[in-house]
């Protein structure tokens, strides 16, 4: 494991915030981790793990010390060695997920209270050119 990136944002990042990651895949596991953690950093809001060598994209939570039910989308518009971005925006009810620019799946809120997603991690095997957090709605 590999933390490429991590900030906090004290007020918590959800509703309506939206954080696009510009960046390519680098070539060695070809996975990466975009996570969605508390503040203590013990629960995983949302976990977003392309795994390139694998077609697939795992979504998951870990909440009370587990993983819970993977949900798993065998869309992955991601090329090893490529530029992408991705773009998570958390509304109400979910967080959606856009690779540039197509949205390619949704995740429902398991953490239902938002304001405790405050720390934003970015993992493995990614390189960063920016990672940007704006804000979409009312918060
Ligand atoms: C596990 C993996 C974790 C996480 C989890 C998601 O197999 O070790 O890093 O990706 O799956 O369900």
Redesign the pocket.
Known sequence: MVLRFEATYPKGLCPGWSVIVKGETGSSTNTF?INFLDESGEQIAF?F?PRLADSVI???S?LSNH??Q?EVTETVPLEAKEPFQVEIYSDQDFFHVFVDETKVLQYKHRLKYLPTVSRLQIMDDIHISSVEVTRRGLC
């Open positions: 981790e976990h793990n795992v979504c998951n870990f993983w819970g993977e």
